[in-house]
């Protein structure tokens, strides 16, 4: 298996545009999450789905923060309007249900928004 | 929510050299994960620890989980500078007998620089 799939690696955007992240899990994993990572405040979950069903969105910074999850083998994080305090790397992780199993982390899209 | 404190911040040692990572939890653990980044790329899964007393190796590194658990401690011995890196400690957030869907809280995280 591949791994998890993020796509773009880097985006570079101007303040106020929509900004989508892609990702697409290991085949066969039940659970996904969304990652935020900064300097400022480490590595934080934003929201994460079983079986393509949102479970906790607590970790959503704002409302400008949407993530879907259509089908089991793709998820999207998407920021409209983004702005500069976004910039941050974002991952994307899944794994099989269930507590006590390790998440697999993709290589993470490294967003800046100018 | 479970806070991690992980200590030190930072680490820099000369290769060869041994070195400890600590991670305290504010509430008990029922499942600790460790995981290491390099700069630039994803986190790669090294040992999750469940029960107190517990201790797990892989190649030169060690992890370890108190009796009660609350903290754990992650040594590598004789440092080589493919080490180097972020290592960061995770938490299960679930209480026993709940189910998390592995949800987890990261610590700060420890950045090591090992120099040949």
């Known amino acids: 298996d591949a791994g998890v799939i993020q796509s773009p690696r880097h985006e570079v955007t101007e303040m106020g545009q929509e900004v989508t992240l892609r990702c697409k899990p290991i085949?066969?994993?039940?659970?996904l999450f969304w990652y935020r990572q900064t300097m400022m405040r480490g590595l934080e979950l934003l929201i994460y789905?079983?079986?393509?069903?949102?479970?906790?969105d607590s970790g959503m910074p704002e409302d400008r923060f949407s993530a879907k999850m259509p089908n089991a083998s793709f998820s999207t994080l998407k920021i409209q309007p983004s702005e500069p305090r976004d910039s941050a790397v974002y991952f994307c992780?899944?794994?099989?249900?269930?507590?006590?199993?390790?998440?697999?982390f993709g290589q993470g899209t490294r967003l800046t928004v100018v | 929510s479970q806070e991690l404190e992980q200590s030190p911040q930072s680490l820099i040692v000369q290769e060869g050299k041994n070195l400890t990572i600590n991670c305290t939890s504010s509430?008990?653990?029922?499942?600790l994960y460790w995981y290491k980044q390099k700069y630039g790329e994803g986190l790669i899964f090294l040992m999750m620890?469940?029960?107190?007393?517990e201790e797990k190796s892989h190649e030169k590194i060690t992890a370890k989980l108190d009796e009660k658990k609350q903290q754990s401690s992650l040594h590598i011995t004789a440092s080589q500078p493919s080490h180097a890196g972020i290592y960061l400690c995770?938490?299960?957030?679930?209480?026993?007998?709940?189910?998390?869907?592995?949800?987890?809280?990261f610590g700060q995280g420890t950045i090591l620089t090992v120099h040949p």
């Open positions: 992780a899944s794994g099989p249900t269930g507590g006590y199993t390790e998440a697999f």
């Open positions: 085949s066969g994993h039940n659970s």
């Open positions: 789905f079983n079986n393509n069903v949102p479970i906790d």
């Open positions: 509430k008990t653990l029922y499942g």
């Open positions: 620890l469940q029960k107190g007393g």
């Open positions: 995770g938490a299960d957030d679930l209480n026993a007998g709940g189910t998390s869907y592995g949800k987890l809280t």
